[in-house]
T-cell receptor, first 112, second 114 residues
């Protein structure tokens, strides 16, 4: 079945710096890749997603890139702020009706 | 607030017991997903229902079962509980249960098995 690897597991940056989180997936049939942000004790919240017919998508300070050939996708956060501190999960989905397979998560800490 | 509700918020029980977790999807969403989040396993997909029918199954133990009712709410039943079942259980819903459907998560139920 599908397997999603996520790196790094922890990431510490200074306020204003950029943060990059990378994920690789195993099943070439996967074609939907969302990113979720989870604050401590809260529910995962979708922050951005990308489909396989798109190579890059941007929403203000957040962008996601997808390389289908290499089977990896990345989350980029620019101008980080302390409120960006949270656990970020990548996920992959390969066909209609199949649920999301999540990476293990990255704990991002932004210090001011 | 995602519009997905889950009850109860917290549940403390003993090994060997049985519990039921409840989820109400967003208005209009037909598909419900259940996920388990533990420290060592991360977020793991358990099972999905679409309009009352089971659509997909993940790493769900035989001791666990679920159903989706005609009003589209769903229940996850956990029986013969073990210490290792302690986790956060999330329900998510999506409009059609198809590829690319955005899944909206509920606030979760924290289960503690003593």
């Amino acid at each position: 079945g599908e397997n999603v690897e996520q790196h790094p597991s922890t990431l510490s940056v200074q306020e204003g710096d950029s943060a990059v989180i990378k994920c690789t997936y195993s099943d070439s049939a996967s074609n939907y890749f969302p990113w979720y942000k989870q604050e401590l004790g809260k529910r995962p919240q979708l922050i951005i997603d990308i489909r396989s017919n798109v190579g890059e998508k941007k929403d203000q300070r957040i962008a996601v890139t997808l390389n289908k050939t290499a089977k990896h996708f990345s989350l980029h956060i620019t101008e980080t702020q302390p409120e960006d501190s949270a656990v970020y999960f990548c996920a992959a989905s390969k066909q209609a009706g199949t649920a999301l397979i999540f990476g293990k998560g990255t704990t991002l800490s932004v210090s001011s | 607030d995602s519009g997905v509700t889950q009850t109860p918020k917290h549940l403390i029980t003993a090994t060997g017991q049985r519990v039921t977790l409840r989820c109400s999807p967003r208005s209009g969403d037909l598909s419900v997903y259940w996920y388990q989040q533990s420290l060592d396993q991360g977020l793991q997909f358990l099972i999905q229902y679409y309009n009352g029918e089971e659509r997909a199954k993940g790493n769900i133990l035989e001791r666990f079962s679920a159903q989706q009712f005609p009003d589209l709410h769903s229940e996850l039943n956990l029986s013969s509980l073990e210490l290792g079942d302690s986790a956060l259980y999330f329900c998510a819903s999506s409009p059609l249960g198809g590829l690319g459907d955005t899944q909206y998560f509920g606030p979760g139920t924290r289960l503690t098995v003593l």
